[in-house]
């Protein structure tokens, strides 16, 4: 677990979700109107500091990828606003967006799926780097590619080389060189490490963690492994069907988490010790969009400590165990005064 | 449960080797394996991607895609039973009853055109040639085992209509069918979310508990291998690096990829000025093995004699490894 760092609040957050949120229409019948709609984000507020790492948790299907892709403006939202370092780009036209998009990358779970095989190493940098800098000639720009590579821990002699000729630890960090050739101050990592192995994984977390140091680079790290996010975070947000349930320090999260389905998830997670072997309290039943109940907190059906207001009143995040520690939960306590 | 070494068998592996033939040649991803699964205990079976297990289990259940892939040599002994001795009919009639797998994509693994009780019941058709009527009690007791609420009602279900979870539960549902005394499970849970990780992993136990099944685990995942009272094979490339009982094994790793293995984990071990400690590099190339030993590439401890010879396996009391560095306390069995 990191220190939290930018996190005062005289510093202006280098990308903010207001009152985001996301709506998609599903279950079109034939010709007839949507009648279906499902709030994948629904009403998110989160800032990412400059050079800070938030991580982003939950299930599948809990919107943490589409959230994801709402501060990247790659989505619209449905309402609510996003801030480009106090700037509202919410509205903006895809051309009025490209001087923000240089400043905004995005790296994936799966690094094959996401180069273009018949680009080489070479091309897909070159690409890049063309895009957003002005190189004036040849050299600058093999010299610029090799410090690139050499940046994320690869041979400048692979540049001549197509993405399946490479391991996927070398394709993710292919990626990465990629996303970082244009200097962006914001990397959203979509499941960067699900598709690695674990000893491919730490070599990429430690990447992250050195590149963030060099260049100043702040990520929103989307992951479902508990273990690495907390590693990885200065903050963590907990998402729970479309709605972020806990905000708070890594650390204090992970020591002390506060909202029920918080608790459950990180019961979850194996503990590789076998000496730390606990009892578990298992949650019942599976996240799921049908499950989404009409009024109250997403979460009461399967919570054990869920009251009859719990199934009418939606909780707002709001602090907690501490000013800086958020939860949306009516039986969490407030901070005291 | 005993879990030792001494631990008596219920499957054991000796030298197993497979072999692939490939455009580039011949491909050796199993090499000289040897293990055993106790009888009502488990052994984990762990490693990242390539390095066997999964070619390791499905030869031991007869499933290897033919005919490029082949049992070169070796023994799978089964009950005393040497199943590569078997002819595919023997061998049929074994699977899917007295030992059983299941997989790790739920939703690939099921036929989307047919009920969850068709398919669970196929299983008893075939093996215990039951009617429908017998069936359908049989597969009904068999959904409420593996914890599906409304067994009735979710029989004439489809497997679209059913979550991941649920899937996995069918599918175990299908594979403890005949009550088998093996159950292979290969990576039953990385498709799942951690708390419904949980609720199998949860599921298994029990079950294994009840009906006194032995179980060989496939994962890459320590976590959930630390969660298992277990014998831990650890396979690199094809071969055994370390075999050990769960609790020795990660209190002190004898073999430097499992100790790297364990680093690289988050929490797992201090970190070190806010860096994991990673393993550099990656597995070789099975086409192009390197001349000694197959790690030494990518360890730290390695010296000039590891890229020379190939290190025997050293047997030091409950425990295996095949690394120079247990020559002075171990013995070659």
């Known amino acids: ?337 | 449960m005993d879990v030792s070494l001494q631990s008596e068998a219920m499957l054991r592996v000796n030298d197993l080797s497979v072999v692939f033939s490939t455009p580039e040649g011949r491909l050796r991803a199993v090499d000289r394996v040897s293990f055993h699964v106790p009888r009502g205990g488990t052994l984990c079976l762990v490693g990242e991607s390539g390095c066997g297990k999964t070619v390791t289990s499905l030869a031991i259940m007869g499933l290897l895609p033919k005919p490029i892939a082949a049992v070169e040599a070796g023994e799978i002994l089964f009950d005393g039973v040497d199943l590569l001795r078997l002819d595919e009919e023997e061998r049929r009639r074994i699977r899917g009853d007295q030992m059983s797998m299941i997989f790790q994509e739920p939703t690939t693994a099921l036929n989307p055109v047919m009920t969850v009780e068709t398919q669970v019941a196929e299983v008893l058709r075939v093996h215990r040639d039951l009617n429908r009527r017998e069936a359908r009690e049989q597969v009904i007791e068999l959904i409420r085992l593996v914890g599906i609420p409304d067994a009735e009602k979710r029989l004439a279900a489809y497997p679209h209509q059913l979550s991941v979870g649920m899937k996995q539960r069918v599918l175990i549902a299908m594979a403890l069918a005949c009550r088998p005394r093996l159950l292979v499970a290969d990576e039953p849970t990385t498709a799942l979310d951690v708390t419904v990780q949980a609720q199998i992993l949860d599921l298994l136990h029990r079950l294994q508990t009840d009906l006194r099944m032995s179980l060989l685990l496939v994962t890459h995942d320590l976590g959930i291998v630390a969660e298992i009272e277990s014998l831990v094979a650890v396979m690199y490339a094809g071969q055994i690096a370390e075999l050990a009982p769960v609790g020795p094994l990660f209190e002190e790793p004898f073999h430097p990829y499992t100790r790297g293995l364990l680093d690289s984990i988050p929490g797992a071990q201090a970190a070190q000025g806010g860096r994991l400690k990673a393993i550099p590099g990656k597995v070789p190339d099975l086409h192009s093995l390197p001349g000694g030993c197959r790690f030494a590439d990518r360890c730290s401890q390695a010296f000039d004699r590891c890229r020379i010879e190939e290190p025997p396996i050293y047997a030091m009391g409950d425990r295996l490894a095949r690394c120079f560095l247990c020559e002075s306390r171990g013995r070659r069995p």
């Not at chain 1, 729970?240 to 349930?245: A, D, K, M, P, T």
Request: glycine fraction near 6%.
């Open chain 1, 1 to 337: 677990m990191r220190d939290a760092s930018g996190t005062d609040k005289d510093v202006i957050p280098l990308v903010a979700a207001e009152e985001v949120s996301k709506i998609f229409p599903i279950g079109r019948r034939g010709w007839s109107r949507v009648h279906r709609y499902i709030r994948a984000v629904d009403r998110v507020s989160l800032e990412v500091f400059p050079a800070e790492t938030v991580g982003l948790v939950g299930e599948s299907g809990c919107g943490k990828t589409t959230l994801g892709r709402l501060f990247l403006r790659l989505l619209k939202p449905t309402a609510g606003r996003i801030r480009f370092v106090g700037e509202d780009i919410t509205g903006l036209s895809q051309r009025r967006l490209r001087p923000f998009r240089r400043k905004m990358q995005v790296i994936f779970q799966d690094p094959f799926s996401s180069l273009n095989p018949r680009l080489t190493v070479r091309d897909a940098l070159s690409e890049a780097i063309l895009q957003h800098h002005s190189v004036r000639n040849r050299r600058e720009l093999n010299a610029r590619l090799a410090a690139l590579l050499e940046m994320v821990g690869l041979s400048p002699r692979m540049l001549d080389r197509f993405p399946h000729e490479f391991s996927g630890g070398e394709r993710q960090r292919i990626g990465i060189a990629r996303a970082v050739a244009v200097e962006p101050s914001f990397l959203v990592a979509d499941e960067p490490l699900s598709a690695l192995d674990v000893s491919i994984q730490a070599q990429i977390v430690n990447l992250l963690i050195d590149l963030q140091r060099e260049l100043g680079i702040a990520y929103l790290f989307i992951s479902h492994d508990l273990n690495i996010v907390g590693f990885l975070s200065h903050r963590v947000a907990v998402m729970y069907l479309g709605r972020v349930v806990e905000l708070a320090r890594s650390q204090d999260l992970f020591r002390e988490p506060v909202h029920p389905y918080t608790q459950a998830l990180l019961a979850s997670v194996p503990v590789p010790d076998p000496k730390r072997r606990k009892a578990k309290v298992l949650l019942s039943g599976e996240v799921a969009l049908s499950t989404v109940p009409e009024t109250g907190c997403r979460f009461h059906p399967r919570c054990h400590i869920a009251e009859e207001f719990c199934r009418h009143v939606t909780p707002d995040l709001r602090p907690s165990a501490s000013p800086d520690h958020l939860v949306a939960c009516h039986k969490a306590p407030t901070p005291a005064a």
